[in-house]
């Protein structure tokens, strides 16, 4: 298999150089106690990379446990059938960070994301090493991988398994597949290449049954998540002619249809399911703040619009959380700044 050379940044322990995945495999030989976690509302590339990489780890005799500030999303349960993943508890936990030999961030480089688990994670004299595939990190780790070509965590935590003296089981590979299925939109996104088809490849030759995994992810729907997804659709406009189209969730819809921001999850799908539209938008609207999840089609950085609101991600998906506004100025005022975004003729930049 030909493998797409990863790019790195350097760790703060050592400047001279990157942190590459054979100082990471060395840090993992001599550690024994493990924490992995991830980001806020975890999805699905952020609870297969951690699975996938506890699973490994495990087979390397290593004493892992998996702690998340989130509950798993019900449409995730399933990857988690023997209740691996723990939901944060500080008088049950926080020993088990403090002392823990090496904590592994991922799908995430902001600390903030960990919500309950930040204040412990950075006290921890652990060594905290950050996986990911967005760029911009939070200097808070001690070292990074961070490669923002890849399609997903689960890419780059596939090629550090491939690095460790282990086993892909139908467990690992099915935790990969899923990580790698809803970070490419089903093999659909622009990073989707190649070399992420030989790797979805090898997964299903190691027991990842493609059909299965997205039965259960994307096939077993709620009533009060329809009705939600029918009020969302209700709720679409679309502008700039009819370049930029965008839903809002309002915590109106959520309490009607019994359902959670959790549940919005792929929404973005349908703004940018539109014939014409460049960019799509999704607002949700949270008892604290919105939340804003950015999508464009091309060359059009919607990245660069979500950084306007102190937000981040990749050329053509990104995010961002605002608090303290009410939802009509956020999407009123975020539609205004899109406008520059929308009409870009390709390769010119805002």
Known sequence: MVSRPFIMTESNNIPAGPFTIQHLKSMIERANKFVLTTHVNPDGDGLGSELALADGLRQMGKDVMI?????????YQWMDVNDKILRFLPEQH???????????????????????L????????AAKIVIDHHLDPDPFADHYIIDDEATSTGEIVYRILRELPISFTAEIATSLYAAIMTDTGSFKYPRTDPEIH???????????????IY?????????????????????MKTTYDGKLAYVVCT???????????????NF???????????????????????????????????????????????????????????????????????????????????
Request: one cysteine or more; proline letters at 4%.
């Open 67 to 75: 702690i998340n500030h989130s509950a798993t999303p019900s449409n």
């Open 268 to 350: 973005t799908t349908y703004p940018m399911s539109i014939h014409g539209v460049s960019v799509g938008i999704l607002f949700n609207e949270l008892q604290n703040g919105v939340k804003i999840s950015f999508r464009s089609k091309g060359n059009i950085p919607i990245n660069r619009l979500a950084s306007e609101f102190g937000g981040g991600g990749h050329l053509n998906a990104a995010g961002a959380r605002l608090f303290d506004s009410s939802l009509n100025e956020i999407v009123e005022t975020v539609v205004q700044k899109a406008e520059k975004y929308v009409m870009m003729n390709k390769g010119t930049k805002p």
């Open 198 to 212: 030989r790797i979805a490849a090898h997964l299903l030759e190691c027991g990842a049954d493609p059909t299965q």
């Open 215 to 235: 039965v259960n992810i994307y096939e077993q729907w709620t009533p009060g998540r329809m009705h939600l997804l029918g009020e969302v659709l209700d709720s």
């Open 118 to 125: 930040e204040l412990f994670v950075k006290q921890s004299n």
């Open 251 to 265: 915590q109106k819809m959520f309490q009607e249809t019994g359902t959670t921001e959790v549940e919005t999850d």
């Open 94 to 116: 926080r020993d088990h960070i403090l002392h823990a030999e090496l904590i592994l961030i991922l799908d995430t480089n902001q600390p903030d994301r960990l919500r309950s």
